[in-house]
C-alpha cells in the first residue's frame, strides 16, 4: 500500500492507468459522494447535481490548474444510444462530454433535455408554417 | 457563397454554419493543426439572457464547440436535435411516473394511455 501511495503521488499518469476510489463531497451542492455505485470505475460528476471540477486536461492527467466547477448544459446521444451530458467549465468556458452513470438523479437528466425543447427561442408560427408546407412531400399516402 | 460540405447546400460565407443542416468545417484544433472534420450538431442550449447556442462536435477529432443560432437556420433541424435525447431515454419512461409520486407531483400519464 506504500508503494501504492508513492506511486500516486508521484506518478503523473496514475489516475490516467488506476481509478480513483477517493470518496468526497460535491462542491456545487455538497453532496456525499462514493466511487462505488456508478456502473464504471470512472465517477466523473456529482450522481445529486451532475455538476463536476475542471481538473483535467486529457482524462485522468489532473494537470488543469483552472479547478472551475463545471456545470451540466446540455445532453447528447452517442452514436452507441447512450446519453452523454455536456460540461461547461463557470470560469474559463471550457466545454466536454461525459457519459452519464447508473446513478444520476434522472428527474435532473430529464429536466436538462427538455430544457431547450420547451423554451420559446423558436418561432412557433414558422415551425408550423414549414412542417404544413413539408407535409405535401412527407406524405404517407 | 460556398458549398456545405456536409449537405451541399449553398449559403453565404458570412455564416458561421449551413442554415440548413447547420454543419460547418473544423479548420484548426487547439495546437493550431489543420482537422477539416465536419463540425455536426449534437446539442441545444441556452445561454444566460435567453440566447440559444448551438453545440458541436468535430465528427474526427471529437473537439467541442459552441455556435449562437442565426435567425436563418432551419427551425425543423433545430428542434430534430433537441429532442433527440428524448426519442432515446436512458431508462424507462414509466420509471418518471413513480418519481414525481414521490415528489407529491401529478405526473400520471392517464391522458397518453387512455382510449
Known amino acids: ?141 | 457563397m460556398i458549398e456545405c460540405e456536409n449537405c451541399g447546400t449553398m449559403y453565404d460565407e458570412s455564416l458561421d454554419h449551413c442554415p440548413e443542416c447547420l454543419s460547418s468545417v473544423h479548420e484548426t484544433n487547439d495546437d493550431g493543426e489543420e482537422c477539416g472534420g465536419i463540425f455536426e450538431p449534437v446539442s441545444v442550449w441556452i445561454k444566460d439572457k435567453g440566447r440559444p447556442e448551438l453545440i458541436c462536435r468535430c465528427q474526427f477529432c471529437g473537439a467541442l464547440k459552441t455556435e449562437p443560432i442565426e435567425e436563418d437556420d432551419n427551425p425543423v433541424t433545430i428542434m430534430s436535435i433537441a429532442s433527440r435525447p428524448l426519442a432515446n431515454p436512458p431508462f424507462p419512461v414509466e420509471r418518471l411516473q413513480e418519481l414525481t409520486d414521490l415528489m407529491g407531483g401529478q405526473g400520471d400519464m392517464s391522458g397518453y394511455y387512455r382510449k
Open chain 1, 1 to 141: 500500500m506504500n508503494r501504492e501511495n508513492k506511486r500516486r503521488k508521484y506518478d503523473k499518469n496514475y489516475y490516467k492507468k488506476n481509478p480513483c476510489t477517493d470518496s468526497f463531497t460535491c462542491r456545487n451542492c455538497g453532496w456525499p459522494i462514493v466511487s462505488a455505485g456508478a456502473g464504471s470505475n470512472h465517477r466523473n460528476h456529482c450522481p445529486n447535481c451532475l455538476c463536476s471540477l475542471h481538473v483535467d486536461n486529457e482524462p485522468g492527467d489532473r494537470a488543469s490548474d483552472c479547478g472551475g466547477i463545471m456545470e451540466p448544459i446540455g445532453v447528447w446521444v452517442r452514436g452507441d444510444g447512450e446519453w452523454a451530458i455536456i460540461h461547461r467549465c463557470r470560469r474559463c468556458g471550457k466545454l466536454s462530454s461525459n457519459r452519464i452513470a447508473a446513478d444520476d438523479n434522472p428527474m435532473k437528466l430529464m429536466a436538462l433535455a427538455m430544457k431547450p425543447v420547451v423554451s420559446d427561442f423558436l418561432d412557433r408560427g414558422r415551425l408550423k408554417e414549414m412542417l404544413s408546407s413539408m407535409q405535401s412531400q412527407g406524405d404517407l399516402i
